[in-house]
């Protein structure tokens, strides 16, 4: 029984896959992925693009991959990147084999939308081949005819029908290193489905609310289909779908799984959203902090509160706190207890510093805590090696 026991989710039960070196599935932490929007045929632009997607926690790269061209550049985009891509085919299974012979490290396709057996014949064993994963894309959007025929509309049912469809074909080719997604840009929809499919099957599920719109709208809706999913313990990997720069997607990504203790990256600032109390600019110095907090990926959280009514009890919780109070003088808590005082000096600066400072403590524990467990596995080897 865990101390909060209302903040403990029960993720379902999935096999494990990987895409590339990223384990998704099992046990494996929700990994979270983008999808890249230059001209894949741009090498430069493209692995400048995902080199920035890396930066900001990516664990998934998706790329796009229309025509020939796009698919034989994975091999000198996938030589200047580190985390694992995966091949957009749409419809031309020549794509997915040549994308698997390029680099890729999973393919996202429909097997019931390549043509004939044959041809599916051809992908899954270019698959086997290269060592490649596979996703199964269905979308509200495109829907099969004869479904959309048999169900009237696009609806939970007939997208799960879709995707156990395209499920089979790869289970009859003897395939099963396969996650599903059923995405739709209706969050009712989309989550309908997902729970749908999550009762009738074992295989990891990629969540998503497609085409869910800008920055903020998207970030809202998104937020509001994948939190009720994750919440309830549905998904492996995770992409939110903006109409923004992909490294948003990503920072969404991660607030979202933060905001449900199931993924920790960088700082999580705790702000109030200021009133006539506030002792200084809460809303100007929070905007600023973020951006110059964005480098730390060390898991942390501060508390930035503009009073004392709130302030000294948000700062228990977290740790750093700094909370405003009377002539310009106002609080820092480390660790919860009531530290230092700072008076009329940079506020985000001093800040800064101080995450930074335990960042660097964190993360220099946590290099000597790996190097002695190296060391007693190295002289465990060599005990057993004398033995």
């Excluded at 969540?207 to 994750?230: D, F, H, P, Q």
């Excluded at 940079?346 to 790996?370: F, N, P, Q």
Aim: a negative charge; hydrophobic letters at 40%; glycine letters at 8%.
């Amino acid at each position: 029984m865990t101390v909060r026991p209302y903040r403990h989710i029960e993720r379902r039960k999935s096999r494990l896959i990987h895409v590339g070196k990223v384990p998704v599935g099992g046990d494996a932490p929700i990994s979270v992925q983008t999808m890249t929007n230059t001209p894949t045929t741009d090498v430069k632009a493209t692995v400048e693009q995902i080199r920035r997607i890396e930066e900001a926690g990516a664990d998934i790269v998706r790329v796009s991959c229309p025509d020939q061209e796009s698919a034989l550049a994975l091999k000198a985009i996938t030589r200047e990147i580190t985390i694992p891509v995966v091949a957009d085919i749409h419809f031309h299974y020549k794509r997915a084999i040549e994308a698997a012979q390029n680099g890729a490290a999973c393919l996202r396709i429909n097997p019931g939308n390549i043509g004939s057996a044959d041809r599916v014949r051809e992908v899954v064993q270019a698959a086997k081949d290269h060592g490649c994963s596979i996703r199964i894309g269905v979308n509200a959007g495109s829907l099969e005819k004869d479904l959309l025929e048999k169900y009237g509309e696009p609806c939970p049912e007939a997208m799960v029908e879709s995707a156990l469809d395209h499920a089979r074909i790869l289970e009859d080719h003897d395939f099963f290193d396969f996650k599903i997604s059923v995405k739709a840009s209706d969050v009712f929809l989309a989550v309908a489905a997902y729970q749908g499919l999550a009762e009738a099957c074992d295989y990891p599920l990629h969540i998503g609310v497609t085409e869910a719109g800008g920055l903020r709208s998207g970030t809202v809706k998104s937020s509001i289909g994948l939190g009720m999913l994750l919440w309830s313990g549905i998904g492996d990997t995770i992409r939110v779908s903006l109409s923004a720069d992909p490294v948003e997607e990503v920072r969404v990504a991660y607030e979202m799984l933060k905001s449900l203790n199931l993924r920790r990256r960088g700082v999580t600032v705790i702000s109030c959203p200021s009133c006539a109390r506030q002792q200084f600019n809460v809303i100007k110095t929070v905007e600023v902090l973020e951006e110059r907090l964005a480098h730390i990926t060390t898991p942390m959280t501060v508390s930035v509160i503009g009073c004392v009514v709130n302030g000294p009890g948000e700062a228990r919780e977290t740790d750093i706190g700094f909370t405003g109070g009377g002539g310009n003088t106002h609080q820092v808590y480390i660790a919860g207890q009531p530290d230092h005082r700072l008076k009329d000096e940079d506020i985000v600066g001093h800040l800064v510093g101080l995450v930074e400072r335990k960042a660097a403590l964190i993360e220099a524990a946590k290099a000597e805590e790996a190097r002695i467990e190296a060391a007693k596995a190295e002289t465990g080897a060599a005990v057993e090696a004398a033995e």
